[in-house]
């Protein structure tokens, strides 16, 4: 019961929040459309069940590109067993558009390490062994997160993402 006040709480809020982002349309129509989706987005982002991983708990140095969806990761790993979530974020439509690349090296040299992108709730694996390559993918509507998940993990990864 709790639960479901909270859902109609927020709902009314969203509305209330899109009828005050339309009030200053004044293009036909067409910049209160595009408020609409900045509200869902937002609203979309607040209710991720992942998030990134805060830069002090990462293995490695992780420089930002033009978003939370872009830029380089440098790690070394060692006996690491967990899942890093590096880049990524939740929203209906990427403003920068949604085709991205991947350019990676993996190196394992023990354990067991996956390299993959979690799309909307599905895992895309994008390396499980070693490997020094490009990756090319494009953002869905929801999650969209470049994770890597280690099992006694050593070895190395360096990343980027445009």
Known sequence: MKRIKYIVAAVLSLCLLVSFKGCSADSGGKEWKYNIISVFDDWMESFSKYSLTKNSNL???????????TGSYEAKYERFN?????????????????????????????????????????????????????????????????????????????????
Not at 129 to 145: C, K, M, Q, R, V
């Open 59 to 69: 293995h490695g140095v992780k420089t930002n590109g033009i978003d939370e969806y």
């Open 82 to 162: 967990g899942k890093e979530f590096i880049l990524g974020g939740t929203c209906l439509e990427r403003n920068k558009g949604s085709n991205l690349k991947a350019t990676y090296t993996l190196e394992i040299t023990s354990g067991k390490a996956t390299l993959y992108w979690l799309g909307s709730g599905e895992k895309h694996t994008i390396a499980d062994s070693n490997a020094d390559t490009t990756y090319e993918f494009t953002l869905s509507s929801g999650d969209n997160y470049i994770v890597l998940e280690g099992d006694k993990f050593s070895g190395n990864l360096s990343l980027k993402v445009e």
